[in-house]
């Protein structure tokens, strides 16, 4: 069995952490009322739930090395940049993260370990 390169191990430990963040953001929207304007602090805080739920999955998710995973990570980061976005200037931490993850996943050895890239040719 090929072996997980550590960047694989770094992506999701961060993606844990940044789905923990997502979850205790949500819950503090929801029990505190904190959310920008006009929006909804319980519909906000519960789509932050469910995003931080998403990020968690996907953390896992890449510890499986699959080619879908990959694109489900990314497709997960940005959709939770968008949630950290609207929780300005909290989510400043998250939106860090996440631009560390999705640098993480342009990696050539990131790319190769989950088949988006063919293996280097020697």
């Not at 694109?71 to 950290?84: L, Q, R, S």
């Not at 989510?91 to 050539?108: D, E, H, N, S, T």
Request: charged share 10%.
């Amino acid at each position: 069995m090929e072996e997980r390169p550590i960047t694989i191990t770094l992506v999701g430990t961060l993606l844990l952490v940044i789905g923990f963040l997502s979850l205790y953001q949500g819950y503090l929207a929801i029990q505190e009322g904190s959310a920008l304007g006009e929006i909804d602090p319980q519909a906000l805080g519960i789509f932050s739930a469910v995003v931080g739920l998403f990020v968690m999955i996907s953390a896992l998710a890449t510890f499986t090395g699959m080619r879908y995973s990959w694109f489900f990570v990314a497709v997960v980061c940005v959709v939770a940049m968008v949630n950290a976005a609207l929780f300005f200037p909290d989510g400043l931490v998250r939106i860090v993260l996440l631009v560390i993850v999705l640098g993480y996943l342009a990696k050539p050895e990131v790319k190769e370990h989950f088949g988006i890239l063919p293996p280097p040719s020697i």
